[in-house]
């Protein structure tokens, strides 16, 4: 592999991972579909073992296109190595599992993605590891405070993907460090580009490659990103559970990454636009966007990061129920109603919080998260105004 680590990161999405020598000229490495792997003879199978993980030995590992895509994602990340996993739910659980055993204990932030939660409070449960939540804004003096003799993982997300709080990534991967703690963030929402976890600190990094990775909503994928010191243990977690990434979606992947810093800087763009927008309306009371300069997560947010994403939220006065909230999400057209974000489409989602906190109360009015697209933001805009004027409608 030429060296490339000179490279911007919008270089390097265009470079990285692609081979055309190998593949008969063609721009895109291809889609490779397979299981068994051929050995020449039984010592070329022997000595094939040894890298299982790294060169083609079994499909459920990967091939050179699945190797490829990993690599990609490591080296924007200033990792080691990646491991591709079939969603980002199992990259989380896979990462998680790697590194507790029954009578551990994990620390949490209370505004983690909603099944990462499920996942500590019944699966990790049953298998007799603790889960405590803490407040995302923890200042990281007070986590030692939390930190116990059987406390192995330290899991941050940074913004929460709902409410949109800031970590101080930094401290709190270093007091993780102190006290032997493994430290992970789910970085889905900054993506490889806009914050680098593992040069703050963290040890294992974890991304829904479903949003703007694959940027297009037609893949699920996840990716985790370790250090070395970390790497064959997850990897090892990834392959006894059977975790697989199928290729044809490691293919839109590594197609999403050619395009993926000219969408973010559309997408952000246009979400700064909005937010400044929303910030004028009389209905909205607060919109949570760390890239705001009166957001509480401001200073982090320019401290640690180099962008910010197109997914933020707003939160409606304290007037406005949960029915006048639904005539705005059911008001607009262009927004689809749906999950999942960081495709080229703008989506609206009327957001509950009632079941995804336990360390924190949620105060405020109710909260209407925006992934916005690629769209022509004005138009954006104008389709707001129209939910907007459906809010008010019959109150
Ligand atoms: C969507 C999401 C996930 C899960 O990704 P899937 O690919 O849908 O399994 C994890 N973390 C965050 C922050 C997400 O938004």
């Known amino acids: 592999m030429t060296d490339n680590s000179d490279l911007r990161a919008a270089t390097k999405l265009v470079?990285?991972?692609?081979?055309?020598?190998?593949?008969?000229?063609?721009?895109?490495?291809?889609?490779?579909?397979?299981?068994?792997?051929?050995?020449?003879?039984?010592?070329?199978?022997?000595?094939?073992?040894?890298?299982?993980?790294?060169?083609?030995?079994?499909?459920?590992?990967?091939?050179?296109?699945?190797?490829?895509?990993?690599?990609?994602?490591?080296?924007?990340?200033?990792?080691?190595?990646?491991?591709?996993?079939?969603?980002?739910?199992?990259?989380?659980?896979?990462?998680?599992?790697?590194?507790?055993?029954?009578?551990?204990?994990l620390l949490m932030t209370d505004a983690v993605y909603g099944p990462t939660r499920?996942?500590?409070?019944?699966?990790?449960?049953?298998?007799?590891?603790?889960?405590?939540?803490?407040?995302?804004?923890?200042?990281?003096?007070?986590?030692?405070?939390?930190?116990?003799?059987n406390t192995r993982v330290l899991f941050m997300e940074s913004p929460g993907s709902l409410t949109f709080e800031m970590e101080d990534i930094r401290g709190l991967a270093d007091a993780a460090r102190q006290a032997g703690v493994v430290s992970m963030m789910d970085n889905t929402w900054a993506t490889p580009l806009y914050c680098k976890p593992l040069s703050l600190g963290v040890d294992v990094v974890v991304h829904a490659a479903t949003k703007y990775i694959v940027g297009h909503s037609d893949a699920m994928l996840?990716?985790?990103?370790?250090?070395?010191?970390?790497?064959?243990?997850?990897?090892?977690?990834?392959?006894?559970?059977?975790?697989?990434?199928?290729?044809?979606?490691?293919?839109l992947a590594q197609r999403g990454l050619r395009s993926m810093a000219a969408r973010l800087q559309q997408q952000s763009a246009s979400a700064m636009q909005i937010a400044r927008w929303l910030q004028q309306q009389s209905a909205v009371q607060r919109v949570l966007y760390p890239a705001l300069p009166d957001d509480p997560g401001h200073a982090l947010w320019n401290r640690d990061y180099t962008g910010a994403s197109g997914l933020f939220a707003f939160v409606l006065q304290p007037a406005y129920d949960r029915a006048a909230m639904q005539r705005l999400v059911d008001g607009v057209r262009l927004f689809g109603i749906g999950f999942s974000w960081g495709g080229y489409e703008s989506l609206i989602l009327p957001v509950s919080l009632g079941a995804v906190r336990s360390a924190t109360q949620w105060q405020g009015g109710e909260v209407v998260r925006l992934s916005v697209g690629l769209e022509d933001p004005l138009d954006l805009i104008d389709d707001l105004a129209i939910g907007f004027a459906a809010l008010e409608a019959s109150t």
Not at 25 to 49: D, W, Y
Not at 229 to 239: I, P
């Open 118 to 149: 499920k996942f500590c409070d019944s699966f990790l449960r049953r298998f007799d590891v603790e889960t405590t939540y803490y407040d995302p804004r923890i200042n990281p003096d007070k986590l030692a405070a939390l930190i116990r003799p």
């Open 222 to 251: 996840g990716v985790i990103v370790s250090n070395e010191r970390h790497y064959m243990t997850l990897r090892q977690s990834v392959a006894v559970f059977g975790h697989h990434a199928a290729p044809d979606d490691i293919y």
């Open 15 to 105: 470079h990285l991972g692609r081979k055309p020598e190998k593949y008969g000229g063609l721009v895109n490495p291809p889609v490779m579909r397979g299981s068994t792997i051929l050995f020449s003879s039984c010592a070329a199978m022997q000595a094939a073992e040894s890298h299982w993980h790294d060169q083609p030995y079994y499909g459920r590992h990967g091939n050179d296109a699945t190797f490829a895509f990993e690599q990609a994602i490591a080296d924007l990340e200033g990792g080691y190595r990646a491991v591709a996993v079939e969603s980002g739910l199992a990259a989380i659980t896979a990462a998680i599992s790697a590194f507790v055993k029954a009578g551990d204990h």
